[in-house]
């Protein structure tokens, strides 16, 4: 064996319900894996390391520096875009690892790649869609162990294949935020502590109506406790963001959204916001309004309509 292909979603942030740590955690994140974009990479044995992508070239650098092994080339064959809050780098460096795992037999569970590549450890959710999919809940990592252990799974449930996400990404503020997303590392580093009873609120609104309306199949609770969340939330973020959410034409478009769909939230920092609908004729008309929003407010950008992905990272060849 020669080369191994893998293919692995993108996801969609909700939110983390507790940046309190007064019970010992923090964080814990609710989220989604969707099928689409995806990522695709191939690593192939070689005479030396190389790759297409300077990311993968820096995460091949941090793998070595736990594991060793002959050198590879890894091919970036289908791109999640990058800095736009869908999980371009957790992907792209849990999917290297796991594929360098199988080519050479190193017997690496994608928790022990997870620590290597030190992704996937303060917010759970991109190791979670990329080892099973879904819809996700993971519970936080101990307040004295950040970025020793992988956050546990909570609750993981399989998504209905008629509930649907409406994705758009924005042009007009993908630079500026960019610049934002490079300094994540140090705003989390010095991030306020949240009020513990905005913790208490945000970890209600998780267990007593988003968890119970997904398994009553209820959508549009679901869906109602899911903006909740993630716009409370967007409140405590607002000294790091324009406003509740990243910029003008995210907050107008979640309006939009919110006249049409079951929610409308911001992942991440943004630019990316989504909306969930049920059906495919719902979820179309309002990809259309959405798209031409983008084109009358800014430089257009990327709307698209997608399922969650309930697999998680597949074995494409090798």
């Known amino acids: 064996m020669d080369s191994i292909r893998i293919k692995a979603p993108a996801h969609l942030h909700t939110g983390n319900p507790d940046l309190s740590g007064d ?4 964080y814990g994140t609710v989220g989604f894996a969707i099928e689409t974009p995806s990522l695709e ?27 060793d092994f002959p050198p590879v080339e890894v091919t970036v064959r289908r791109y999640i875009p990058k800095w736009v809050g869908i999980g371009f780098h957790t992907t792209l460096a849990l999917t290297m690892g796991a594929a360098i795992s199988k080519l050479y037999g190193l017997g690496l569970s994608l928790e022990d790649v997870a620590l290597a590549m030190r992704r996937g450890l303060i917010t759970a959710l991109g190791f979670y869609a990329v080892k099973v999919g879904g819809f996700i809940y ?48 140090e705003i989390l580093g010095n991030l306020k502590k949240m009020p513990p009873e905005l913790a208490d609120r945000l970890s209600r609104i998780v267990l007593m109506k988003i968890l119970p309306a997904f398994v009553e199949r209820d959508i549009r609770t679901f869906g109602e406790g899911l903006y909740q969340f993630n716009h409370l939330l967007g409140e405590f973020w607002s000294d790091y963001q ?38 495919i004729e719902h979820a179309e008309r309002l990809r259309a309004e ?29």
Not at 23 to 26: A, E, P, S, T
Not at 45 to 54: I, L
Not at 294 to 311: C, I
Request: charged letters at 35%; hydrophobic letters at 35%.
């Open 138 to 185: 993971e519970g936080g990592f101990p307040v004295d162990r950040r970025e020793k252990v992988v956050p546990p799974l909570i609750f993981r449930g399989e998504m209905p294949e008629d509930w649907l996400f409406v994705v758009a990404i924005p042009e007009t503020p993908r630079k500026a935020l960019t610049e934002v997303r490079k300094r994540e590392d």
């Open 23 to 26: 019970m010992g955690r923090l």
């Open 242 to 279: 324009e406003n509740v959410y990243c910029c003008d034409i995210v907050n107008e478009g979640i309006k939009l959204m919110l006249e049409r769909a079951h929610c409308a939230c911001q992942t991440s920092w943004g630019p990316t916001f989504y909306g969930l609908v049920d059906g």
């Open 290 to 318: 959405v798209e031409a929003f983008l084109r009358e407010n800014g430089d257009g950008g990327e709307v698209f309509v997608t399922k969650a992905d309930n697999r998680g990272m597949v074995v494409l060849d090798g």
């Open 41 to 67: 990479v191939e690593v192939r044995k070689s005479d030396r390391d190389r790759s297409n992508d300077n990311d993968a070239l820096k995460f091949l650098r941090r793998f070595r520096e736990s594991y």
